[in-house]
């Protein structure tokens, strides 16, 4: 810790500062250190957090968000796919007909929020990877699939 000293000049210390869970950016943690130049004095100082972005994790207050790849396949029919989440890796099940962009919640993965003595959630996200190829009984497949939903109403589709 350096900085001016009044009088004394300027002074610096090593100081051990305990983060406390759950703190983000634009948060203070406040810490009592030596006053420089007076022995035995102490004075209270408050030290801004700043909460560097994660590689794989967003965080919406106690909420953290997270992206997974479904194969098209896996989307249509359900599966339990393996997810990240500050703890480890948990089994999550996506259900059938899953679409791309929905949302599904891990109730007490998030982050601890203080000020509310609780764990937030963890939203998963769901990104549907198309096949970049299809093989010709993939596509017969899909044909047949949507000559059912034109039945259904729904668009007709070009083959």
């Not at 990240?84 to 996506?94: K, N, R, Y």
């Amino acid at each position: 810790l350096g900085g001016g000293g009044g009088r004394g000049g300027i002074a610096s210390q090593r100081i051990d500062i305990n983060i406390p869970p759950g703190v983000d950016t634009g948060d203070q943690v406040e810490v009592q250190v030596d006053m420089p130049g007076k022995k035995g004095s102490k004075m209270r100082v408050a030290i801004p957090i700043e909460v560097e972005p994660h590689a794989l994790f967003t965080r919406e207050g106690s909420d953290i968000n997270v992206r997974c790849d479904v194969p098209l396949h896996s989307a249509l029919l359900g599966t339990s796919l393996r997810v990240p989440t500050l703890d480890g890796h948990v089994e999550l099940a996506v259900p059938a007909c899953s679409q791309h962009g929905d949302k599904l919640r891990l109730r007490g993965k998030g982050i601890y929020d203080v000020r509310r003595g609780v764990k937030g959630d963890q939203y998963v996200e769901l990104r549907i990877a198309m096949p970049k190829k299809l093989t010709t009984k993939q596509r017969e497949l899909i044909s047949q699939f949507g000559m059912e939903e034109v039945g259904k109403g729904e668009a007709k589709p070009k083959v």
